[in-house]
């Protein structure tokens, strides 16, 4: 996936157009057999439209938006609700078994691609684009100007409001060395922002056709908006401005860590990134881990 990347400029533009054509396909196929009348997609259409923002206050307001649709059509039940709470909870292990697969960390080697595009569907990733910013991540950690969510002396919430024009602009400086400055880049890199964007509100069709417009409201959008909430939050209390990357298991953190692999053993994965679960890092002089 990574050599094909850098050696075809307009791989992960080509994966995003494949995906949205197949998408449509299959949205297409839901529509029809799940009986969804036009006026549901157009009444939901603002939302998905405002969920595609870099602004988080956008996303907020689109998954307000579609809670408040739920409740104009009288569309909420008791079990809605727990769909909600199960939006939040599932997102731990979605994101530990996507970031894992981003590693090659699962066994066996094969399910690493088709785990990740599963949960990269359901967080709305590209599954090789969450790999190579990954990789940039781990390639310049905490570097002020290439790293997609360097640190800094932020507020948690400036952090957040602001995780996804830094990642953009990251891969961009990473996209731009390796294949130049040139008018043809600056050609793919549109035509890749375009094919994404594509990809992404093909994926929410699916979701909103395959859950219908409660669950879609009540659990999925729950879990796209603690996704971005935590992934921020993640981000932010273990890289540290002073402290560096840091090993988190104290209080709420090892409840998530008993649910994510050991998620938020943030400094042993950086020294043994292949390990599905960086509790087994045992060593920290020589970063041994258990087999």
Same mark, same amino acid.
């Given at each position: 996936?990574?050599?094909? &990347?850098?050696?075809?400029? /307009?791989?992960?533009?080509?994966?995003?157009?494949?995906?949205?054509?197949?998408?449509?396909?299959?949205?297409?196929?839901?529509?029809?057999? #799940?009986?969804?009348?036009?006026?549901?997609?157009?009444?939901?259409?603002?939302? &998905?439209?405002?969920?595609?923002?870099?602004?988080?206050? &956008?996303?907020?307001?689109?998954?307000?938006?579609?809670?408040?649709?739920?409740?104009?059509?009288?569309?909420?039940?008791?079990?809605?609700?727990?769909?909600a709470l199960a939006g939040i909870l599932i997102t731990f292990p979605a994101t530990a078994l996507l970031h894992g697969a981003s590693h090659g960390s699962l066994r066996p080697r094969r399910l690493n691609r088709p785990v990740g595009e599963l949960m990269g569907?359901?967080?709305?990733?590209?599954?090789?684009?969450?790999?190579?910013?990954?990789?940039?991540?781990?390639?310049?950690?905490?570097?002020?100007?290439?790293?997609?969510?360097?640190?800094?002396?932020?507020?948690?919430?400036?952090?957040?409001?602001?995780?996804?024009?830094?990642?953009?602009?990251?891969?961009? *400086?990473?996209?731009?060395?390796?294949?130049?400055?040139?008018?043809?880049?600056?050609?793919?890199?549109?035509?890749?922002?375009?094919?994404? *964007?594509?990809?992404?509100?093909?994926?929410?069709?699916?979701?909103?056709?395959?859950?219908?417009?409660?669950?879609?409201?009540?659990?999925?959008?729950?879990?796209?908006?603690?996704?971005?909430?935590?992934?921020?939050?993640?981000?932010?209390?273990?890289?540290?401005?002073?402290?560096?990357?840091? /090993?988190?298991?104290?209080?709420?953190?090892?409840?998530?860590?008993?649910?994510? &692999?050991?998620?938020?053993?943030?400094?042993?994965?950086? #020294?043994?990134?292949?390990?599905?679960?960086?509790? #087994?890092?045992?060593?920290e002089a020589t970063a041994q881990h258990v087999a």
């Open positions: 996936m990574l050599t094909r &990347f850098c050696t075809d400029q /307009n791989y992960l533009s080509k994966y995003h157009e494949r995906m949205a054509l197949l998408l449509f396909a299959i949205n297409t196929v839901l529509f029809i057999v #799940r009986d969804f009348s036009f006026s549901d997609v157009v009444w939901y259409l603002p939302c &998905f439209f405002l969920v595609l923002s870099p602004q988080v206050t &956008f996303v907020f307001a689109g998954w307000i938006f579609a809670a408040a649709l739920g409740l104009y059509f009288d569309r909420f039940e008791q079990v809605h609700f727990l769909g569907l359901f967080q709305l990733y590209g599954f090789p684009d969450w790999k190579v910013l990954h990789v940039i991540h781990h390639a310049h950690s905490d570097d002020p100007d290439r790293d997609p969510h360097p640190p800094l002396a932020k507020t948690y919430w400036n952090f957040l409001n602001g995780m996804r024009d830094t990642a953009a602009a990251a891969f961009i *400086k990473y996209y731009v060395k390796q294949f130049g400055a040139t008018p043809d880049v600056a050609r793919s890199v549109r035509r890749f922002s375009r094919s994404a *964007k594509l990809d992404t509100l093909m994926k929410l069709g699916f979701w909103f056709l395959l859950l219908g417009p409660s669950y879609f409201s009540a659990f999925y959008l729950t879990s796209i908006v603690f996704k971005m909430v935590h992934y921020a939050w993640f981000n932010f209390a273990t890289h540290r401005p002073r402290e560096g990357v840091l /090993n988190l298991n104290h209080g709420l953190y090892s409840l998530v860590n008993a649910v994510s &692999f050991g998620l938020y053993y943030h400094k042993n994965h950086h #020294r043994v990134p292949t390990v599905l679960d960086p509790r #087994r890092v045992v060593n």
